[in-house]
């Protein structure tokens, strides 16, 4: 049995035959179909009752309800539920917005309808209507002439036949077999198609002039033509008209779902249209432009994108304004960031060709008189004050376009109008921070970021001393410029493509090209400590500057350290014996370094290469300087070590009973030394003394002879060569 072929099920209800498994999968599922529109009558079971119990039906994927008077008010609720064509699953219950704006003047030959918002379904294949009064009630007052009307979008467009042939099960209308009628006789839903007009004897309307499209501030976005999404032109052959100009946008959902995927969207455009069209009695779309959740926008009402065409979108303000639909329900979910950037694109186009700042707001003389939703008043011929950006309910009595999507409209018209929002500079390459001041040594990359999608930016500036040194692309984050030497400031501009710009704050930058210097060169110095063979210690200091900002000076060998703008020492450990490079860099915030790598060699001298004199014996222990150690107890002994070098260091061992000694140098007494202590120590180097270049010395220790400690124990001299 072919698909579509009407069956009458029980109590009359029609139902259409499943496809057998060869259909809808074959090279003719994926051919292009006709729009078409289905309209089931509600059942009138008694004053008080509108309803149409669960039906199944040809396929569809939008669906609303229509009454007979345009201009009458559904007082209630209009909910629906639908069976799913692929998984034969019903949903639950869904309202309907009930508040279409009937038209200002008729638009066609065939009676205009009042009607629902259209709801997208997806590919469905079964309906069940009621209709709920809101006195609670079922159908009391209600309009006469209910009925839900069902739109198949049809495949039309050569990417929808490209796509899965499941998701679009073949729907052509069934060939009549003898004493089968494709229509239910008698049942209480009786369908009737809508039959899509004929392009082949369409009215002849005498075209208006169209007017010269005047240029725009800012560039046209990316727009699907009718044809891209297959409007079927055969539907709507009346000629457009125009306004004088577009002052206003107003902003609309399509209510519905937000339960359909980008690539449905020519579908859905297509399903509005007919829904329109063919239910509503209008002459074509109302809206003069959708926009996706993908953020893809679709020519609307013919006539031309960028002329001020008259649209049938907000009933007593369509003669000076453009309508903007985006395609969803935002009554509690609000429109996609691609959404909304489409939409302040749109709406900064089109009120930029008349010189109006969408940020702005203007004077509307109302076309009609009625409350808006927020029960506003207006009179007809009587002007009023809008925002440029404005939502469907500001004009009229309707939710549209839902809560949440109204709450963003702030944030359209910022969009729209500039200036660019979020704009800061995350980095500054090729500088050094100190405080608030950068430091380069000449080139620089600034690293920016903004919350303004790029395609309302028209590109960025790199400022330097307040003037563009260099500009980029709005999709550019970053630009590189150079800076003469001395002192500068580097911001960064955005120029939205309104005009407006937004500015982030200066920056100090130094441009310093001169190397630090080391006003004192790196070298050692013996220290107190504990001396090992391995291990002398030392400390090493320096003087490091910069005619700008000094960073740091760095230890780079024979070890590794890195040191403050202001330390000038730090206490090492040198290797005896041999000669170590101690390499230290200076470098300054702007990149700049210099380095100093003097050498020095640290020596031991055992107490046996001293030249002595008076009574001294020998000491062995692990724990002296090469296992063994000179003692004396006899007051005027002393030992004599004589050397080149920088830095000496008289190495000993304490303990409690440790005595004094005289210290000579160069024949002069320069100190007097106690080697007392609570604890015995081994090989420690009790007393230093540095030079500012190395010389030959002779230092000398002579026993005190202290009463009741007179012994000494000395394990040698240490000096820097």
Known sequence: MSLGAVILGGGGVATYAAASPSSGHGPEARAKRPVRVYDLALENAGSDKRRLPRTETKQFSLLGVSWQDADRQLDGTVQVRTRDAGTGEWTGWRDLEAGVDPLEVPEADSEERGATEPLWTGPSDGVEVQVVHADGTTAAGLPKGLQVNLVDPGVVTTAETKLDPAAFVTAETPTPTPGTSTEPTGSPATATPTAPATPTAPATPTAPATPTAPPSSVPQPPVVARAGWGADEAMSPEAPEYNPDVKAVFVHHSAGTNDYSCAESPALVRGIYAYHVQTNGWKDLGYNFLVDKCGTVFEGRKGGIDQPVLGAHTYGWNRESAGIAVLGDHTSTGASQAALTSVARVAAWKLGQYGADPAGTVQLT??????????????????????????????????????????????????????????????????????????????????????????????????VDGKTAATAAPTATSQSVTLAAGAHTVAVRAVHQSGRSATTAALKVVT??????????????????????????????????????????????????????????????????????????????????????????????????????GSWST???????????????????????????????????????????????????????????????????????????????????????????????????????
Not at 684 to 706: D, E, L, M, N, R
């Open 512 to 613: 310093d090209t001169t190397a630090p210097t080391f006003s004192t060169a790196p070298k050692l110095s013996l220290r107190t400590g504990t001396v090992n063979t391995t291990a002398v210690p030392v400390t090493l200091a320096w003087k490091s500057a910069d005619d700008a900002a000094l960073r740091r000076t760095q230890l780079l060998s024979p070890t590794t350290a890195t040191f403050g703008p202001t330390t000038t020492s730090s206490q090492r450990t040198a290797k005896s014996g041999t000669a170590s490079t101690w390499s230290m860099r200076a470098s300054d915030w702007a990149g700049n370094t210099r380095t100093s790598s003097p050498s020095f060699t640290p020596v031991i001298l055992q107490e046996s290469k001293a030249t002595k004199s």
């Open 366 to 463: 109302a076309g009609a008189t009625q409350d808006n939703y927020f029960g506003t008043s207006y009179t007809a011929g009587t002007a009023y004050e809008f925002d440029r950006v404005s939502a469907h309910r500001d004009g009229f009595n309707s939710e549209c376009p839902g809560n949440s999507l109204y709450a963003q409209l702030p944030s359209i018209r910022t969009l729209a109008a500039g200036p660019v929002q979020g704009l800061k500079v995350t980095s500054l390459d090729g500088t050094g921070l100190s405080g608030t001041t950068y430091y380069t040594k000449g080139k620089v990359t600034a690293r920016w970021s903004a919350t303004t999608p790029t395609s309302l930016i028209k590109e960025f500036r790199v400022l």
């Open 619 to 721: 000491r062995s222990s692990g724990e002296y300087l090469g296992g063994k150690s000179y003692s004396s107890a006899s007051k005027g002994a002393s030992l004599s070590w004589t050397f080149t070098g920088r830095s000496a260091s008289w190495v000993v061992s304490r303990a409690s009973g440790s005595g004094q000694a005289y210290v000579y140098v160069d024949g002069k007494k320069t100190a007097t030394v106690d080697l007392k202590s609570s604890t015995t120590k081994y090989r420690q180097a009790i007393w230093t003394k540095s030079w500012s270049s190395s010389a030959k010395h002779t230092v000398k220790i002579v026993v005190v002879g202290t009463s009741g400690r007179p012994t000494i124990t000395t394990d040698g001299l240490v000096h820097l060569k």
